[in-house]
């Protein structure tokens, strides 16, 4: 059973910066296209990053030139480089291959607010 785990959320200024990891049992995750998505309140989950074996990245236009997704394969992580936060970037975040093939985490809250 893949078991994801979502880490590195927080309560950060509007500017400041975020490094939001998922790791996971199970998967070797670079064999999967993974993606980064979010939930505010009174919202629907949305997808927010992309990456697919090979490397290749896409961004939702909210966050493109600010956030960054890459892996780590020495510890089977996937990661999300954010910076330049704003207040309509604060929701839960949680990883998942694209499409959101295996069972949700628990997420991580990023809150940005001054």
């Known amino acids: 059973q893949v078991q994801l785990v979502e880490s590195g959320g927080g309560l950060v200024q509007p500017g400041g910066s975020l490094r939001l990891s998922c790791a996971a049992s199970g998967i070797i995750f670079s064999i999967y296209t993974m993606a980064w998505f979010r939930q505010a309140p009174g919202k629907k989950r949305e997808w927010v990053a992309v990456?697919?074996?090979?490397?290749?990245?896409n961004y939702v236009d909210s966050v493109k030139g600010r956030f960054t997704i890459s892996w780590d394969n020495a510890k089977n992580t996937v990661t999300l480089q954010m910076n330049s936060l704003k207040p309509e970037d604060t929701a839960v975040y949680y990883c998942n291959a694209d499409g959101g093939l295996f069972e949700w985490g628990q997420g991580t809250q990023v809150t940005v607010s001054s």
């Open positions: 990456i697919r074996s090979g490397g290749y990245t």
